[in-house]
């Protein structure tokens, strides 16, 4: 027996309402990335901001892997984390297991590239800082599951 | 019911897959669309325009200035010279300067508005060196000079030797340079440029108004910021030529009413 607790019914749908809500912020995290992909190919400036210094994060060395940018790989996290999210929001326990597994490598990922924009890059961007706090509340939605 | 159970399995996967699509979509028409709107820089261009009143002047036009002083437009650009996007923009923005120079119409007004931000910890007394230059006649010169070196000085801790250097290869005195740089006088001028910046608050650099109208950060390049110039002082020529046929014919009325008295007086 599987002592996740997912969340309860609706007692309608039979739509558990964690994994949607994880659903929903996975999407906010995709159209971030998908975004930060797209200004990426189309070798776009992002201004600077009164926040953040998103020109020098997402033109240092760190945004690419391989000439790929990691907010490529981001979208594809984040669509993935949503289609898993999706499926246990209609009552598949195992794609909830690899939901939780997957924000939780994600949410260390995130923390390494929140390292490295305070002491290694010394500037934040405001669009990976959405991204590091969707990945974040994935990850609190994860931990709030793990079980009884 | 087991109907019911296959269409509920249905459903998310319908769900991700349109998600997908949305996203296949989405991307690919961001990707080609000439004008972006999701841009912090397009955001801000959709911001409603505060208010002329309580908006203090800025440093006192001169050195910052290049063109006519009562030019019917004005192009006014807000930068920071440790932005990146700031350094990308430059060469629009000196293509415009040199498009339009010794026409009476256009004046260009340049402010200050370092941003304060991690990253960003030279870019105040990079606007005080410029001003230390403007005093020498070489402010332009210095901004193109910490525009397109910005890679090299910003990471040098020896940046403030660097603009020494590059104030010499200018033509400037040197030691005047440095005196100035540490004076009042060229901070204040900073500061009265941020004090406007932030009263019309700009949030982002580089930002860029023509007659107080924000151009998107996608359309600072010259073939667009020309056809914006272009419009304005058409829009300015048009209202000139107006106000212009509009007091025509007042002074033709005055002129016969004139006329007609003479002749009146004439007859007596």
């Known amino acids: 027996m599987n002592d996740d607790i997912i969340a309860e019914d609706d007692g309608h749908s039979g739509i558990k309402k964690l994994p949607l809500a994880a659903a929903v912020v996975a999407l906010i995290g995709l159209v971030d990335a998908v975004y930060l992909t797209v200004k990426h190919f189309r070798n776009e400036v992002v201004p600077c901001s009164l926040l953040e210094g998103c020109e020098k994060v997402l033109t240092s060395a760190y945004a690419e892997i391989g000439g790929v940018p990691i907010a490529a790989f981001g979208a594809f996290a984040y669509f993935l984390a949503f289609s898993l999210a999706v499926l246990a929001a209609y009552g598949n326990r195992l794609t909830w297991t690899l939901f939780r597994i997957q924000v939780t490598l994600m949410a260390a990922y995130t923390l390494w590239l929140l390292y490295l924009q305070a002491f290694v890059i010394g500037a934040f961007c405001q669009f990976c800082l959405i991204s590091a706090a969707t990945t974040l509340i994935l990850f609190i939605f994860a931990l709030f599951a793990r079980g009884k | ?268």
Request: include cysteine; hydrophobic fraction near 40%; proline fraction near 4%.
């Open chain 2, 1 to 268: 019911m087991a109907k019911e159970t296959k269409s509920k399995s249905g459903t998310p996967i319908a769900l991700i897959a349109i998600v997908l699509l949305v996203v296949l979509i989405g991307g690919i028409w961001f990707y080609g669309s000439s004008s972006t709107t999701n841009t912090p820089a397009a955001n801000q261009a959709n911001q409603t325009k505060p208010s002329a009143v309580n908006i203090p002047p800025g440093a006192s036009l001169g050195v910052n200035m290049i063109g006519a002083p009562d030019a019917a437009v004005t192009v006014e650009e807000f930068a920071d010279y440790q932005c990146g996007a700031c350094a990308s923009a430059h060469p629009a923005m000196k293509e415009l300067q040199g498009a339009y120079a010794g026409n009476k119409n256009f004046r260009f007004i340049f402010r200050h508005y370092p941003l304060g931000i991690s990253g960003h910890d030279k870019s105040y007394e990079a606007s005080v060196a410029t001003e230390a230059a403007g005093l020498q006649g070489k402010f332009w010169q210095m901004q193109d000079k910490l525009f397109t070196n910005q890679q090299a000085w910003t990471s040098n801790q020896n940046y403030r030797q660097m603009w020494v250097e590059y104030a010499g290869s200018v033509g400037m005195d040197v030691e005047k340079f440095k005196t100035d740089i540490a004076g009042i006088q060229t901070k204040e001028r900073v500061d009265q440029d941020m004090q406007r910046g932030r009263a019309m608050a700009i949030s982002s650099t580089p930002t860029v108004l023509i007659n107080g109208n924000p151009v998107p950060f996608n359309q600072l390049n010259i073939t667009t910021l020309r056809q914006l110039v272009d419009a304005e002082i058409q829009k300015a020529t048009a209202a000139k030529a107006a106000s212009d046929t509009a007091a025509q014919p007042a002074s033709n009325a005055n002129s016969n009413s004139a006329t007609n008295s003479n002749t009146a007086s004439n007859a007596k």
